[in-house]
């Protein structure tokens, strides 16, 4: 898989100078299987290996956006912990999420988790493993503002994407 990969997250890392994440959903979070980043500005907890929680993330979003709903119910259902207040704001986030992956095609997360990263991630299909992933970009908000995510991350980031899908049908067949 990697050989197939990292070339396309490289180009897109070394370009947007982004750190670029590939994770899989496993066990109600997501974890790192291939990462891409050269740029010394961003710091690097993100080794392969690495979980992340779903909520307030770009990634996150990204992945509950392409679940069914009888997923999303019992993912939401399970962060909650019968906390009702928690349920709320788990579903009022993951359902503005899904609206903005319908409309825009990904998700994104400005500061929510550190004011000073921002993040924005789309879903890969990836036909030679049978599996949904997440491909994400992000940094410091000073070097990827709101308004940069928006027009030049997101197209190069769904371009890569795109690219990176149809390596891997190929790999299917």
Known sequence: MAEDI???MAEL???LGTRVLLTVYESYGLTVVQRACTNPDIPAPSYVGYRYALPRRAMGRAYM???SDNEQEKIVAHLAHGDDGKLG???SEFDHAIQSYRNQGYCTSLGEI???NHSISVMLNLAHLGRRMTLSCGGPADQLPERI???RVAPLLMQ???TIERVSAGLAH
């Open 6 to 8: 990292v070339p396309h």
């Open 149 to 151: 995510l928006h027009q």
């Open 160 to 162: 890569c994407a795109a």
């Open 114 to 116: 550190r004011p000073s």
């Open 65 to 67: 956006a392409s679940c």
């Open 89 to 91: 704001t788990l579903r």
């Open 13 to 15: 890392a070394n370009r």
